[in-house]
């Protein structure tokens, strides 16, 4: 069997936010909140954000890495397409990630939320195909677990 140089990969990452899950869904809906704890890194510029926040919608982002690091000056990609909203409860969106105009990856995130008694438990259902030489699905599991300790602090404030 010849290898087709894909790897594929689940991973789940559980939390629970002391906010109602109307206010959750709400910093990934509304682009400004979103752009803040998604976006927004010392590590580089903002190239491009855009969310068109609607079954079928699109969210681009683009980012320039900043000097200094391993990826210095390189731009990373990232689009995608949301499959299916149920406000307050589900977000599921389909996108391709590019890293210096190679792509990297395709993946199926899937956004859930439950009330519980202390405010909100979010799931998130990382399903991707990782391309040869990508970044791998650890390295990718570690950047939505730093996104999601960013999204506790936007709603710490």
Known sequence: ????????????IERVYPATPERVFAA??????????????PNHDIEAFEI?????????????FKPGGPFEDVVLANEGTYLDIS???????????????RRISASLVTISLTP??????????????????????RMREGGWRLLLDQLAKALAH
């Open 28 to 41: 990934f809906a509304d682009p400004k909140a979103k752009r803040r704890w998604f976006a927004e890194s």
């Open 87 to 101: 406000p307050g409860r589900r977000i599921v969106e389909a996108s391709t990630m590019t890293m210096g105009g």
């Open 52 to 64: 068109d926040f609607r079954v079928g919608g699109l969210m681009t982002a683009s980012y320039r």
């Open 1 to 12: 069997m010849e290898d087709t140089g894909v790897v594929h990969d689940t991973f789940v």
């Open 116 to 137: 519980t008694t202390e405010g909100t438990a979010l799931t998130c259902t990382h399903q991707g195909a990782f391309f040869e030489g990508a970044d791998g699905p």
